[in-house]
């Protein structure tokens, strides 16, 4: 199985802040990375797949990048929205696994 | 629009049984590998099940796997779960999801959830 590994855990960051997450696969799979939010009590949100790809209708402050076994998920200009769990997730193989999740919260 | 509106959760004794069901709208169903995903209260996220790309085929996570059974009725659009042998453990809110492409893939988007107990 391929293990996700994010960092930080958690961080804290004011609005207006440039965030910086990132993702490492156990071995490489290429591109097949896929970013999600997820707010308290709702569903994950897809942000970011193929690595690099912003999925309509989210906001251009969020980008993704990387490929092989490293990935960072960068928010330019955190805003009050943007509070919230960010998680990674493989689709290269089966099992597909997630990474542990980045709690932003607010300095 | 895409919904998927999942059903089916509630309290459980360890050792019982449940089954989930996803009700899916807004796409045509049998072009999708569907997947449960679910998430352990305060934890993170756990793919638990999902189908192949050309739906012939069932993978599982190897917590579930021998437990749990996924399927699906594509005249009915809906997506099933049945979980047996059902340990404290399998407590959670469970997702489907739909790939957003056809094949495996990313997920979007996800159902609202339902949320399973095993507790005695």
């Known amino acids: 199985d391929i293990q996700m590994t994010q960092s930080p855990s958690s961080l804290s960051a004011s609005v207006g802040d440039r965030v910086t997450i990132t993702c490492r696969a156990s071995q490489s799979i290429n591109r097949h990375l896929n970013w999600y939010q997820q707010k308290p009590g709702r569903a994950p949100k897809i942000l970011i797949y193929g690595a690099s790809s912003l999925q309509g209708g989210v906001p251009s402050r969020f980008s993704g990048s990387g490929s092989g076994t490293d990935f960072t998920l960068t928010i330019s200009s955190l805003q009050p929205e943007d509070f919230a769990t960010y998680y990674c997730?493989?689709?290269?193989?089966?099992?597909?696994?997630f990474g542990g999740g980045t709690k932003v919260e607010i300095k | 629009e895409v919904q998927l509106l999942e059903s089916g959760g509630g309290l459980v004794q360890p050792g019982g049984s449940l089954r989930l069901s996803c009700a899916a709208s807004g796409f045509t169903f049998s072009n999708y590998a569907m997947s449960w995903v679910r998430q352990a209260p305060e934890k993170g996220l756990e793919w638990v099940s999902g189908?192949?790309?050309?739906?012939?085929?069932?993978y599982y996570a190897d917590s579930v796997k021998g437990r749990f059974t996924i399927s699906r009725d594509d005249s009915k659009n809906t997506l099933y779960l049945q979980m047996n042998s059902l340990r404290v453990e399998d407590t959670a809110i469970y997702y489907c999801a739909k790939p957003g492409v056809a094949g495996v893939s990313w997920f979007d988007p996800w159902g609202q959830g339902t949320l399973v107990i095993v507790s005695s």
């Open positions: 997730q493989q689709s290269y193989s089966i099992p597909l696994t």
């Open positions: 189908f192949s790309d050309s739906g012939g085929s069932t």
